[in-house]
């Protein structure tokens, strides 16, 4: 496939974390972009500030669960990129109906009409956390999959069938599972943004059980770059793993804040377990490089650029972690037994 063979895009949730940058880099090439957002509490306009009067975006507020938004924003397109989810894994052992409906149910219709308008290409973006806990080694995309909280099962579902529209009726999908992302613009309720803001507001981090579980960093540019790899080189039907090679202890990513903020190591406070917390993501990622993909930013240096876009930016954390505490983290860190109080 040649290197620029869309003339309009479908971006669902491009008003999400990774979703808006990579709205920003999609721009950058020639073509139209068409974002389709819920607007949850997870999305917002502020997140495409800066490209939203672009005159080659087109935003459009609507559910990927209602067949008529779908139907509105997928006319024209040439390729879907379906980042809209639930993604907070907090939230899904305590509402998981609302991860069905959207990443299982609402994953279903995108494929219904990306059938019916025959796009060329249907690039899900789905999550390491599919495969559940890998305690040695690293996952590769033949593995079997074994979510094991009800986001990644979530993920996992949408997976089959993204999948399954392939087998069946040749829907010319992607799937990317990328690994744990961060940067700026992702929501405080997450832990790298948590724990930057909750520093910054004078809290302590909450580090769940011994702090040992590991994940992979990935700094969203280098995630959104992947994407755009396997978007036009990557071959339908098939997976795509994204790693960092940037594993750390959740207890490393933790100090690696407080020092680089000045804070003292005392505001790190260990907390009851999240129930079912997944040891350790780990991916190869062999299969994405052999497309010419290779990540950029070191943990240590994106932990740096976030923390100082947060710094900048209290104007777009403050809400947003004032509301999550409200609506969920008071909840949450009651149950367990938390010494963090609501602003
Ligand atoms: P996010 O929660 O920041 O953004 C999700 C976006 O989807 C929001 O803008 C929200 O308004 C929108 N949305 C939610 N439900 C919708 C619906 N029914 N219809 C339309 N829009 C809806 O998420 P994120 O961290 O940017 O993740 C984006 C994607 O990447 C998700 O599919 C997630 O599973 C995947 N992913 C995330 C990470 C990570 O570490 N953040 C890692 C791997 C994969
Ligand atoms: O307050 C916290 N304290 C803590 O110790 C929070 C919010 C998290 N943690 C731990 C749990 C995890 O081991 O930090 C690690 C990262 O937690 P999250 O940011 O909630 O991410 P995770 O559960 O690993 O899932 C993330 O990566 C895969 C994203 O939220 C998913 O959307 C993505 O698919």
């Given at each position: 496939?040649?290197?620029?063979?869309?003339?309009?895009?479908?971006?669902t949730g491009?008003?999400?974390?990774?979703g808006?940058?990579?709205?920003?880099?999609?721009?950058?090439?020639?073509?139209?972009?068409?974002?389709?957002?819920?607007?949850?509490?997870?999305?917002?306009?502020?997140?495409?500030?800066?490209?939203?009067?672009?005159?080659?975006?087109?935003?459009?507020?609507?559910d990927i669960a209602?067949?008529?938004?779908v139907?509105?924003?997928?006319?024209?397109?040439?390729?879907v990129v379906n980042f809209a989810a639930e993604t907070?894994v907090?939230?899904s052992?305590?509402?998981p109906a609302a991860f069905v409906q959207t990443n299982v149910w609402g994953t279903m219709v995108l494929l219904e009409h990306a059938l019916?308008?025959?796009?060329?290409?249907f690039l899900h973006v789905s999550t390491d956390e599919v495969y559940g806990?890998?305690?040695?080694?690293?996952?590769?995309?033949?593995?079997?999959l074994h979510p094991?909280n009800p986001y990644a099962a979530s993920k996992a579902a949408a997976e089959h069938f993204v999948f399954s529209y392939w087998t069946s009726?040749?829907l010319?999908v992607l799937v990317t599972r990328g690994?744990?992302?961060?940067?700026?613009?992702?929501?405080?309720?997450?832990?790298?943004?948590?724990?930057?803001?909750?520093?910054?507001?004078?809290?302590?981090?909450?580090?769940?059980?011994?702090?040992?579980?590991?994940?992979?960093?990935?700094?969203?540019?280098?995630?959104?770059?992947?994407?755009?790899?396997?978007?036009?080189?990557?071959?339908?039907g098939?997976a795509?793993?994204?790693?960092?090679?940037?594993?750390?202890?959740?207890?490393?990513?933790?100090?690696?804040?407080?020092?680089?903020?000045?804070?003292?190591?005392?505001?790190?406070?260990?907390?009851?377990?999240?129930?079912?917390?997944?040891?350790?993501?780990?991916?190869?990622?062999?299969?994405?490089?052999?497309?010419?993909?290779?990540?950029?930013?070191?943990?240590?240096?994106?932990?740096?650029?976030?923390?100082?876009?947060?710094?900048?930016?209290?104007?777009?954390?403050?809400?947003?972690?004032?509301?999550?505490?409200?609506?969920?983290?008071?909840?949450?860190?009651?149950?367990?037994?938390?010494?963090?109080?609501?602003?």
């Open positions: 496939m040649g290197l620029q063979p869309f003339r309009r895009i479908l971006v491009g008003a999400g974390f990774i808006s940058h990579f709205v920003r880099l999609a721009l950058e090439h020639d073509l139209e972009v068409v974002v389709l957002d819920k607007l949850t509490y997870a999305g917002s306009l502020l997140n495409l500030e800066g490209v939203l009067d672009h005159p080659r975006l087109h935003f459009l507020q609507g209602d067949p008529a938004a139907a509105e924003a997928i006319a024209g397109c040439q390729a907070h907090d939230r052992l305590l509402e019916r308008t025959g796009v060329q290409r806990e890998v305690l040695t080694g690293a996952a590769r995309e033949i593995d079997p094991r009726y040749r010319p690994c744990n992302t961060y940067g700026p613009y992702q929501h405080p309720e997450k832990f790298i943004p948590l724990a930057i803001t909750n520093l910054l507001s004078g809290q302590p981090i909450p580090l769940y059980g011994d702090g040992l579980h590991e994940r992979d960093w990935l700094y969203v540019d280098d995630h959104c770059r992947a994407i755009w790899t396997v978007l036009l080189h990557g071959q339908p098939q795509y793993n994204i790693g960092a090679s940037q594993h750390r202890p959740n207890i490393a990513v933790a100090r690696a804040i407080v020092h680089l903020l000045g804070a003292d190591p005392a505001s790190i406070v260990h907390v009851s377990d999240r129930p079912g917390h997944d040891r350790r993501y780990a991916v190869e990622w062999s299969k994405l490089a052999a497309l010419g993909w290779a990540p950029r930013t070191s943990c240590e240096e994106g932990l740096a650029r976030t923390i100082a876009w947060y710094r900048s930016r209290p104007d777009w954390w403050t809400a947003r972690r004032d509301e999550a505490f409200a609506a969920y983290y008071a909840r949450n860190y009651r149950d367990r037994g938390t010494p963090v109080t609501q602003p």
